[in-house]
């Protein structure tokens, strides 16, 4: 695009014309971000507004995830850690030893937290299922679970495979 300047006393009363880049130069900003920034926060607005407030109520555990996910290290050791005790679980069951593991706080002590607890009511009966995997999906082809009774007694275990 050429740009003519007009002769006057300011410029010494001489022609000048130059030429503009059609983009612009090294180290000086680009386009404004101020749309962008806008869009994204109007997005935001409308997400918090369409959820209800469900989001709000859970706005710790999704700071929590937040910072699980920018901390590599932290998730390694987390799965390095559900993996050893899965592990020592099965060696437990193939080696007929989780029946010296009568209760959900011995449980928790050798084999640590698992993956999911799930409540069962049953008329009469409560019970809770937990359920022990490796720690990645990718690595998780078998599962082990834990039935306890509602004074948190071991009642029996149930291994199988997940079909994915």
Not at 72 to 88: G, L, R, W
Request: net charge positive.
């Amino acid at each position: 695009m050429m740009m003519s300047v007009i002769a006057s006393p300011a410029n010494g009363g001489t022609k000048q014309s130059f030429k503009r880049s059609p983009r612009p130069l090294r180290g000086l900003p680009g386009p404004p971000i101020w749309p962008k920034a806008r869009a994204g926060a109007m997005t935001l607005t409308l997400l918090a507004c369409f959820s209800g407030c469900s989001l709000l109520d859970h706005i710790d555990e999704i700071m929590t995830l937040g910072d699980y996910a920018r901390d590599k290290e932290v998730q390694e050791k987390i799965v390095n850690s559900i993996d050893t005790h899965y592990d020592a679980l099965l060696t437990a069951i193939k080696s007929g030893k989780i029946k010296k593991y009568s209760n959900q706080k011995e449980i928790l002590q050798v084999f640590g937290e698992p993956i999911l607890i799930k409540r069962i009511e049953t008329p009469g009966q409560h019970q809770e299922q937990w359920l022990y995997r490796h720690g990645l999906p990718m690595k998780a082809k078998d599962k082990v679970y834990l039935y306890f009774d509602a004074k948190g007694k071991l009642l029996q275990y149930e291994q199988g495979s997940i079909p994915w």
